[in-house]
């Protein structure tokens, strides 16, 4: 379990996985460590890294997690198909020696927590009810935004996290004051279209795949070539983000050598239906 616990440290560090490196300005909770809603205990030592690394892999916004358990004590469910992150703790493991004396040692074990961004019919604490943020101002550009609602996507400006619904057939993204350039905003705005595209309806490629699965990979590293496709078809430049998640996707998954002519046949079929 140490090891096991360490190799996913170091894999999130080699992947660049950096909660402070998101490209939408986060509220202030994100700055806090990661706390227990019921208890209202914080996590310590190598859990805070783990649930860290969890919720920048993921997304998530909330510094509140809960145990399966908690969540249903609190009348609440975690959502169909949300998998849990794993941290530890230690016990104690009493075991007699040979003169009748207990020898307490502390044993590694493991138990599952949900982030309060996976759950569902729980109150949420107004910290993260009412978010606050700076707002940074910046151009649009006309024909990228024409381009833009050409494609007749259901696009709704809200919340700090930026997604496609497959479900609802929609897009969510932060509000457009949130990113930190207009590079940025269009190159997130560009991301969720391409998955927007995997819609039965039209391009029908298998976007719903479990976090950490190849297919899932394949789905993400699509969205990022389609998007830096598209960005670049409508001459937008400036220092978006897509080549580092492009590397870290490639990184982790080295070992395909088919993976990257996949993933890129696929990006291009989909800038050519966003923008034909």
Wanted: hydrophobic share 40%.
């Amino acid at each position: 379990m140490y090891q096991l616990v360490t190799d996913r440290v170091i894999a999130a560090l080699e992947q660049g996985v950096k909660p402070w490196s998101c490209p939408w300005e986060r509220s202030n909770q994100s700055t806090m460590l990661p706390m227990n809603l019921k208890t209202g205990a914080r996590y310590t030592g190598i859990n805070v890294l783990l649930l860290w690394s969890s919720a920048a892999e993921r997304g998530f916004t909330s510094p509140y997690w809960l145990t399966y358990k908690q969540a249903q004590e609190l009348g609440g469910n975690v959502v169909k198909g949300q998998k849990g992150t794993t941290i530890v703790f230690y016990t104690l493991w009493e075991k007699e020696d040979g003169d009748g004396k207990l020898d307490r040692i502390p044993m590694l074990k493991t138990f599952t927590v949900f982030n309060l961004d996976q759950l569902e019919n729980i109150d949420k604490p107004d910290l993260i009810s009412e978010p606050t943020y700076t707002k940074n101002e910046f151009n649009l550009l006309p024909h990228v935004e024409a381009a833009i609602e050409k494609t007749h996507a259901q696009i709704e400006y809200r919340g700090s996290r930026a997604f496609y619904s497959l479900g609802d057939d929609k897009i969510v993204i932060p509000n457009r004051d949130r990113f930190h350039s207009q590079s940025d905003l269009y190159a997130t705005i560009w991301h969720e279209l391409v998955h927007f595209t995997g819609h039965p309806s039209r391009l029908d490629r298998n976007i719903m795949n479990q976090f950490g699965s190849k297919d899932y990979a394949v789905e993400e590293l699509v969205a990022e070539l389609g998007a830096a496709f598209c960005c670049a078809d409508l001459g937008i430049i400036g220092e978006a983000q897509h080549e580092s998640y492009i590397a870290s996707w490639l990184h982790r998954l080295r070992n395909d050598k088919r993976f990257i002519f996949k993933a890129a046949s696929l990006a291009s079929k989909a800038h050519q239906f966003l923008l034909p």
